[in-house]
């Protein structure tokens, strides 16, 4: 019996030391790259049974000057492999381009060992654009290049702390730590590429000016904002977490350069600033979805609002209360939680009502909460409420009972992949058979539509884009976006917003 558990750490072994040995498959040159903090790295997506030994050899490199978002000794079919541009010889028989010359983006009808590249010419500093207020505080300028959109990507990439950064099944635990989020980030980028290409086979020509911000103060902020020139730019979008975002925001108002934050659901980010746009679907979006929703399906239901009189819920408890009552025919509760009671007994007296959870508090708190309510709820059987809620709690919490979800037809904003859309399995086909990984639903979702509406924006109609940023949604895109704005002087936030309802345990948009 000792003789097969031997065979087999042998081959284990062995498998680990051709992983790290020179050879592997052929390595067929790609010629896609990209600037990221001035440098010009080959962007290559790992293919079956290459090794960093020989994808470094193919484009004329030492195996040490690759970068990688793995464990190198265990590359997978899909990983990226950063290789670094300085004029060598490549294996097929081509030359790296320099290493900080700035490149233009190849369209889909060029490729670049067919066609040189051209440079990509910096605008003079001199030239002051005309004043074109949108209120009474922002202006629009002019595009800094006529033959390019020039956008800057402003992300924690970490690749120089790559090497630093084991993601073998050993180093699990570190997995939260700050230096992970560039492995977090990495499937925006990834999905921002691949509306980059669809883009390029459009036609559109789009310089793409990646800025690795490494650390989190303003002042790390600042260095990356301009010595990558980003000022210099049509749009900025900023993957950034909240400081860093603000100091980014604030740059760019500074330079009337309009900025983009992905994923953030907080209102305030947009105060004040004319520039920001604001992806997450703003509150007044949530509450008209919910209430017409609300309107067509139960509009003689009595209608209780869960909430804690937590900060962090007043925006949205105000934004759906302003809105229900703009319908005379709709009545509604404001109930605390801490007096969860008055539900039991509310719920009680009434017909079959409906329940909209607003509480809001820290993550543990909300676990407990969500189990709470769907118990308290599902003790109905015969007057069975309805229930809404803003964040998604089948995706939110894992060990929640799909059961008592689907008994309350459950209706949430749901950010998860759904199947029977073609869309979306068009999406996850892509992103599965360029990287050999699922995409997550928000990261490479949002990545691959901000970059396909703003270009598109930008090119059917000019800076005259920014004044009302509505366009129909371009083919492939994956989630709407519309933008208005309270003020003159806010930016603008997304005000589309789709419901989904459980039924038979999957989720299916509300008409």
């Known amino acids: 019996m000792r003789k097969p558990v031997v065979l087999l750490l042998l081959l284990t072994w062995a498998s680990i030391v051709w992983a790290q040995m020179p050879g592997g498959a052929s390595v067929q040159v ?18 079956r049974g290459q090794t960093v030994y020989a994808i470094s050899r193919a484009y004329g490199l030492k195996e040490v000057e690759a970068v990688t978002k793995k464990d190198i000794h265990f590359l997978q079919i899909g990983d990226t492999v950063w290789l670094p541009c300085k004029g060598q010889r490549l294996s097929d028989g081509t030359t790296a381009p320099p290493a900080t010359e700035p490149t233009q983006t190849a369209t889909a009808s060029q490729t670049p060992a067919a066609t040189p590249q051209k440079p990509v010419a910096n605008p003079p500093a001199a030239i002051q654009p005309p004043a ?75 310089t793409l000016n990646v800025v690795d911000v490494e650390g989190t103060s303003d002042e790390d902020v600042e260095r990356a904002f301009v010595s990558h020139n980003v000022a210099q730019s049509d749009l900025l979008i900023a993957l950034l977490t909240r400081q860093p975002f603000h100091k980014a ?54 209608i209780f609002i869960v909430h804690s009189k937590g900060k962090g819920e007043a925006a949205a408890v105000a934004a759906l209360t302003a809105e229900i009552e703009q319908h005379p025919n709709l009545n509604y509760t404001l109930i605390d939680w801490a007096q969860s009671s008055k539900l039991t007994n509310a719920i009680k007296s009434s017909e079959r009502s409906v329940v909209i959870s607003m509480y809001n508090q820290d993550k543990s708190k909300n676990r407990i909460y969500a189990s ?20 998604d709690w089948s ?57 396909l509406y703003f270009v598109t924006g930008l090119q059917q109609k000019g800076t005259e884009f920014f004044r009302s940023p509505i366009i129909a949604t371009p083919q492939g895109m994956i989630y709407p976006l519309s933008f208005s704005h309270s003020r003159a002087d806010y930016g603008f936030e997304n005000q589309y917003a789709i419901l989904y309802r459980m039924s038979d345990f999957h989720f299916i948009p509300v008409r």
């Open 30 to 47: 790609s010629h896609k790259t990209q600037i990221v903090n001035g440098k010009r790295y080959f962007i290559h997506i790992v293919d």
């Open 132 to 206: 074109d207020p949108i209120g009474p505080v922002a202006t629009i300028r002019p595009r800094v290049n006529p033959q390019s959109i020039v956008v800057s990507l402003m992300m924690p990439l970490n690749l120089s702390q790559m090497d630093k950064i084991s993601t073998t099944k050993f180093d699990v635990e570190q997995r939260g730590k700050t230096s992970y989020k560039s492995l977090e980030f990495i499937q925006f980028y990834e999905g921002l590429l691949l509306g980059l290409e669809k883009l390029e086979q459009r036609g559109y020509n789009v």
């Open 249 to 302: 925001a604030e740059l760019a108002r500074q330079a009337e350069l309009f900025i983009v934050n992905p994923v953030a659901d907080r209102p305030e980010i947009v105060k004040g600033n004319p520039y920001v746009f604001k992806c997450m679907p703003s509150f007044e979006a949530y509450a008209k979805r919910t209430v017409q929703t609300i309107e067509t399906n139960n509009p003689n239901s009595p």
């Open 372 to 391: 709470q309510l769907l118990n308290k709820l599902s003790a109905f059987k015969t007057r069975t409420p309805y229930l809404y809620s803003y964040e």
């Open 395 to 451: 995706t939110l919490y894992g060990d929640i009972d799909f059961s008592q979800l689907q008994n309350l037809n459950y209706s949430t904003f749901y950010l998860d992949w759904v199947r029977a859309n073609t869309t979306h399995r068009d999406f996850i086909d892509l992103f599965s058979r360029r990287y050999s990984t699922e995409p997550t639903n928000v990261y490479a979702g949002m990545g691959h539509d901000i970059i």
